[in-house]
């Protein structure tokens, strides 16, 4: 008898086989059993919800879904002092914008017009920014 007919057969990655019998393990390309993919988060593994803190600090509430990142300014802070004091541009100073704050402090708010207009449309816009570009959280 031959020194390889006495010897099992051995694949590196299937481990022995035995003659007559299946090889053990999955068939080669294919992953184990109760492991993910690579490149796959493992499961039950939830990406955080956008708005959380993620230690990034050009974005310290998060991202929006777009990836754009949050401001810690409120668009329902900035639409009511707008609403209530937009005569003296409050709103427009609190995001920052001071150009637009001046111009409505000294037209008194555009008569009250500019001021109710800006309001509303601060609190019912999502692409409103502060004076770093970043979105405002709702």
């Not at 509430?61 to 002092?81: E, N, Q």
Request: include cysteine.
């Amino acid at each position: 008898m031959s020194e390889q007919q006495g010897q099992e057969k051995q694949d590196p990655q299937q481990g022995p086989q035995q003659p007559g019998y299946p090889p053990q393990g999955p068939p080669p390309g294919y992953q184990q059993p109760g492991y993910p993919p690579p490149g796959f988060p493992p499961p039950g593994y939830y990406p955080p919800p956008p708005g959380t803190y993620t230690g990034d600090p050009n974005a310290p509430y998060g991202y929006d879904p777009y990836g754009r990142p949050y401001s810690d300014k409120s668009k329902v802070i900035a639409g009511i002092l707008q609403l209530t004091l937009g005569g003296f541009g409050v709103g427009r100073f609190y995001l920052g914008n001071v150009g637009m704050g001046l111009a409505q402090l000294f037209t008194c708010g555009g008569l009250g017009v500019w001021s109710l207009i800006d309001g509303i449309l601060l609190l019912t816009g999502n692409d409103h920014t502060d004076e770093q570009g970043r979105i405002l959280r709702s």
